[in-house]
């Protein structure tokens, strides 16, 4: 087989390989909103500021979430408590 032909059969592959993963996956926004009920459940408002870090620790950067939470007022102990919820 041609090197040409071999190409898009490849690309087809790939693409139905990662679409899979893509599905098996999980939903993030449900971690993002574990993260999010924690803070609300301590009496904060759920914010954009907080709505950002609680992502931040969905990607892995529990400092960062914890910090940017901290920053948008919610206790540090809640924080680094949402951040670890996030990523899970």
Do not use: F, W
């Not at 490849?10 to 893509?22: N, P």
């Amino acid at each position: 087989m041609r090197r040409s032909a071999r190409v898009p059969g490849v690309l087809v592959a790939l693409a139905l390989a990662l679409g899979g993963v893509a599905v098996a996956a999980p939903a993030a926004h449900a971690d993002i909103e574990a993260c999010q009920n924690i803070v609300q459940l301590q009496g904060a408002e759920v914010t954009d500021a907080i709505r950002i870090a609680c992502y931040v620790g969905l990607v892995g950067d529990e400092d960062g979430c914890a910090k940017g939470l901290t920053q948008a007022g919610v206790a540090g102990i809640v924080a680094t408590a949402a951040c670890r919820e996030a990523p899970q």
